[in-house]
Antibody, heavy 120, light 110 residues
């Protein structure tokens, strides 16, 4: 079964850091592009960042550029989101999502999400 | 970047057909494929339609997608509505490697 499992969420103070992980299983992780999508409580979906299978192509939303950084380790079948200088507006459920390739801009598998709360 | 605008909410009766529109603010709707996701309460999103009108395996053919260049919009049509279709629906497209989601439409089936 194809599965994505996020972890690493929690409560962090404004200005703090957090690292999210997404573990893939049931498929060859290195064959797919991966993305992070977030959803603030009671609000809609917002794309955060994406990375190609090799890591050579990366994109971040303007709202997170310079603070949130995506990376991956195909040998561990894992996707990461390093979150620095966190703000209250970063509070959200963070989903990882799989895309067939960097040029195919749709998500064929989503994780269950991990909640990040930025508050003092 | 462009924006995608959806109606905030819609309601329809079981068995009926509903159409959810998604209007692109700038640039041609046909320039980049449009996708549609469904998110039931308390669940993760799932993709219903990709590349304007293609369904992933397992998605019923009650769900269909289209684009209309004259109105610069995309549409998700759900026919034979069921109570289980009550959910939030999001359109999504992209430009230069950046993904853009619509604000979402809350569909009530009553």
């Amino acid at each position: 079964e194809v599965q994505l499992v996020e972890s690493g969420g929690g409560l962090v103070q404004p200005g703090g850091s957090l690292r999210l992980s997404c573990a893939g299983s049931g498929f060859n992780f290195g064959d797919y592009a991966m993305h992070w999508v977030r959803q603030p409580p009671g609000k809609g979906l917002e794309w955060v960042s994406g990375i190609s299978w090799s890591g050579t192509s990366i994109a971040h939303a303007d709202s997170v550029k310079g603070r949130l950084t995506v990376s991956r380790d195909n040998s561990r079948s894992s996707l990461y989101l390093q979150m620095n200088s966190l703000r209250s507006e970063d509070t959200a459920v963070y989903y990882c999502a799989r895309a067939p390739s960097w040029s195919e801009n749709w998500f064929d598998t989503w994780g269950q999400g991990t909640l990040v709360t930025v508050s003092s | 970047n462009f924006m995608l605008t959806q109606p905030h909410s819609l309601s329809e009766s079981p068995g009926e057909t509903v159409i959810i529109a998604c209007t692109r603010s700038s640039g041609r709707i046909a320039a980049n494929y449009v996708q549609w996701c469904q998110q039931r309460p308390g669940s993760s999103p799932t993709t219903l339609i990709y590349e304007n009108n293609r369904r992933p395996s397992g998605v019923p053919d009650r769900f269909s997608g289209s684009i209309d260049s004259s109105s610069n919009s995309a549409s998700l049509t759900i026919s034979g509505l069921k109570t289980e279709d009550e959910a939030d629906y999001y359109c999504q497209s992209y430009e230069n490697g950046h993904q853009v989601f619509g604000g979402g439409t809350k569909l009530t089936v009553l």
